[in-house]
């Protein structure tokens, strides 16, 4: 990696709720020039674009609540490594507010695809986006608890799709991710302790109601609509 000083440069920022913190961005660069080589079904000899993660951290701008990071979209060197990805998000500052021993969970999450590469840990498809990004979603605090393989009472973030949202923005210079957390409309569920078929986890919802329906983790269209209904 040596970018050259007149790189073009990405840049990545995320405004932060108060309880909680930007993640270390994950950001992924290729180059088609040093290959990384691999074997087929049938040990035929596969040539894949040669890949090499680094983390970069966010840096607060003064004292206000936005984090952002420069990335040059070249990465320069004989290899001349270009930018493919990143994954970035937000956690919880401190886990245990939610309760002594408590770890925090998952979700939170985005991956932004740069070129036509997918990254090394995605599912789904992502969604395509012209131009800048610019992602605001809403989040609801979900504190779970499991028994089956050890006991584990996790906090995380309930969101829109899966832990990370994906997209690929191919003409992007900026991303802006905008989490907007409702903490005032915790959800939780309990897993069930012992293993057996009609066994389901348990969802209480933050107006008191119930589901115990194969449903691994809260819905969050019924979460959104629950909020809307107490903010008329």
């Given amino acids: ?3 050259p000083a007149d790189s073009e440069q990405m840049t990545i920022t995320v405004k932060v709720p108060k309880e909680l913190v930007a993640e270390t961005l994950g950001v992924m660069y290729r180059s088609a ?3 990384r ?3 087929g079904a049938s040990g035929q000899r596969i040539e894949l674009e040669g890949y090499q993660g680094i983390e970069v951290q966010l840096q607060q701008q003064g004292q206000n609540d936005l984090y952002t990071a420069k990335l040059p979209m070249d990465g320069g060197g004989a290899c001349q490594w270009h930018l493919s990805n990143v994954m970035f ?3 919880y500052k401190d886990p245990t507010h939610f309760g002594e021993n408590v770890t925090y969970g998952a979700g939170g999450g985005v991956t932004v695809m740069f070129d036509h590469n997918r990254p090394l840990r995605s599912s789904g498809l992502p969604i395509k986006v012209e131009g800048d990004l610019t992602i605001k979603k809403d989040y609801y605090p979900w504190l779970s608890e499991a028994f089956l393989g050890g006991y584990k009472k996790q906090i995380s973030l309930a969101g829109e ?11 992007a210079r ?4 905008e989490p907007v957390l409702h903490s005032g409309f915790i959800v939780y569920s309990a897993g069930p302790k012992i293993k057996k078929e009609g066994n389901y986890t348990s969802i209480i919802y933050p107006d008191g109601s119930f589901e115990a329906d194969g449903r691994y983790g809260p819905n ?4 959104q609509a629950i909020r809307l209904a107490a903010e008329e």
């Fill in 33 to 35: 020039i040093c290959k």
């Fill in 220 to 223: 969050f269209r019924k979460l």
């Fill in 161 to 171: 799709g899966d832990i990370y949202l994906m997209y690929q923005a191919l003409q």
């Fill in 174 to 177: 900026k991303v802006y991710f």
């Fill in 37 to 39: 080589i691999s074997q």
């Fill in 1 to 3: 990696m040596a970018p």
């Fill in 89 to 91: 998000g937000v956690a």
